[in-house]
């Protein structure tokens, strides 16, 4: 595979749910399609567009929200900034007044029945998750891009060799976790500094950490948000929120109008293994009941596992005094870290790996950046990863109704609680004595994705996604 370069910033992403393959990243790639237009003076000249989607984006794009993604990225919208509020109305206008504004600047004719096209039957060679747009011109040109989604809200333009930033001069370059081992050992440095090191080929490390810390509050805000609101998710499955329940269960009902009296009034309620463990079930879903909901929430590195890094990192804050920006800083810092190993080694794209591409990712992540900031050395970071991943080799992704759901948001849960339990595994441990390296999980788990069928890589086409017959309305 291709080295790659990627920052804290790929890693994580601010976004919209409920998908990183299927929303974020065709939402992006319809933005660059536009952005092309604009800089070769062609948008003002374009007559009408199509969008053509192939594979996996076809076959779970109404559940994921493919077709709303492209819609707002044609229109110049932006996944970061837009209202989450106004997603269901901007589309609505769309499609009953057939006009689309593309960029936000100019309106062509657009039927959603007619210019939009799901090619359930046909699949690209490169990567299942692929969307052509075309834009018909003045005079009877036309252009046509195809961009691959592929995984994480990273996106591909065909025909390129896409990096998720611009090449620089890394002063600890890492492939594999053996070169991040390699260079802790040579310089004494953490993960994480190692990491915030790096960072600063692109950025000040002042911007850095300013960033990190905005990705935090919205993870806060999402876990907050989730933990308050009460109703069932969108799409005709009818699955009722379950994090507000809990979290009033838990608080014996209070109500709590911060964020900080609410994490207050956690801690105060103890510390018992059962209490703690549904804390941690709760955080998880609550992030996952938002993505699910169209929600603002940061990949993480997907959105389907979106829950699980929050729901650790807040149990960290919760239940191991780490609310501090340093804490949260560092424990982002190794996750990105972990994270871009499986990246560049393997893939975090469930339509290529299976739910073990997403959750066990997020889980490793989770695992190896909580060790570090419970005192774990470099090599128990590596180990807790590793214990994470390796319990979740040959786990499909099987969407019920092609809806991020069922089993998707409880297993956020499952991926969170294996994170705490590898940490404590490699904390106990001696890792000079292990008999699994990351690197050999890495390379097991893309072994694994190769040869999974096709039918549990996000299609909805085997599992419970056939096992539970449902029939849901058209969207």
């Known amino acids: ?36 237009l604009a800089q070769h003076g062609d948008l003002m000249h374009t007559e009408g567009v199509k969008i053509l989607l192939y594979g996996s984006l076809a076959k779970t794009g109404i559940g994921h929200g493919t077709d709303v993604a492209v819609l707002l990225g044609l229109s110049g919208e932006d996944p970061e900034t837009f209202a989450v509020d106004a997603v269901a109305p901007k589309v609505a206008e769309i499609k009953q007044q057939q006009r689309l504004a593309l960029g936000g600047q100019h309106e062509v004719p657009f039927s959603y029945a007619d210019d939009l096209v799901f090619l359930y039957a046909e699949s690209l060679p490169f990567h299942p998750n692929a969307v052509s747009f075309q834009a018909f011109l003045a005079g009877g040109r036309a252009i046509s891009e195809t961009y691959y989604s592929v995984g994480g809200g990273f996106v591909v333009q065909e025909g390129s060799n896409g990096t998720a930033t611009r090449e620089v001069d890394l002063p600890f370059p890492v492939q594999h976790a053996n070169d991040l081992l390699v260079w ?17 080929a692109w950025r ?13 509050e919205t993870i806060r805000d999402c876990i907050y948000r989730g933990c308050h609101t009460t109703g069932s ?9 379950r994090a507000c329940k809990l979290n009033r269960k838990l608080i014996a009902g209070r109500p709590y109008d911060d964020y900080e009296s609410w994490i207050a009034a956690i801690r ?37 596992a979106a829950g699980v890094i929050p729901a650790v990192l807040q149990y960290f804050i919760v239940f191991h005094d780490g609310y501090g920006q340093d804490h949260i800083i560092r424990f982002l810092a190794a996750a990105s870290e972990i994270g871009s190993v499986f990246k560049k080694g393997a893939t975090i794209s469930a339509a290529m790996g299976g739910c073990q591409a997403e959750i066990g990712v997020s889980s490793a992540m989770a695992a190896g950046a909580l060790t570090e900031c419970l005192g774990g050395s470099q090599r128990q970071v590596l180990m807790a990863a590793e214990i994470a991943m390796e319990h979740h080799l040959g786990l499909t992704c099987d969407p019920i109704g092609g809806l991020v759901q069922v089993p998707c948001i409880e297993r956020n849960t499952m991926g969170a609680i294996k994170a705490i339990t590898a940490a404590q595994l490699a904390l106990q441990s001696n890792p000079d004595k292990a008999r699994v390296s990351l690197d050999a999980v890495v390379k097991t788990m893309w072994d694994t994705a190769q040869d999974m069928n096709a039918k549990y890589k996000e299609t909805a086409d085997g599992g419970l996604a056939v096992n539970i017959p449902l029939s849901l309305p058209e969207c």
């Not at 993960?191 to 960072?199: A, F, R, T």
């Not at 009941?289 to 929430?297: H, I, K, L, M």
Request: charged residues 20%.
């Open 1 to 36: 595979m291709a080295k790659e370069q990627i920052s804290v910033f790929d890693m994580f992403k601010i976004g919209i749910g409920p998908s990183s393959s299927h929303t974020l990243g065709p939402w992006r790639a319809a933005q660059q399609f536009t952005q092309r």
């Open 184 to 200: 802790c050992m040579r310089t004494g440095l953490k993960i994480s500094e190692l990491v915030l090191e790096n960072e600063q």
């Open 204 to 216: 000040p490390e002042e911007e850095t950490k300013a960033g990190m810390l905005r990705i935090f």
């Open 233 to 241: 998710l969108p799409g005709g499955l009818h699955v009722e929120r």
């Open 268 to 304: 105060a309620g103890g510390d018992g293994f059962q209490y703690t463990l549904d804390w941690v079930s709760c955080f998880a879903l609550a992030v996952n009941e938002e993505n699910a909901s169209f929600g603002r929430v940061v990949t993480a590195p997907t959105n389907g």
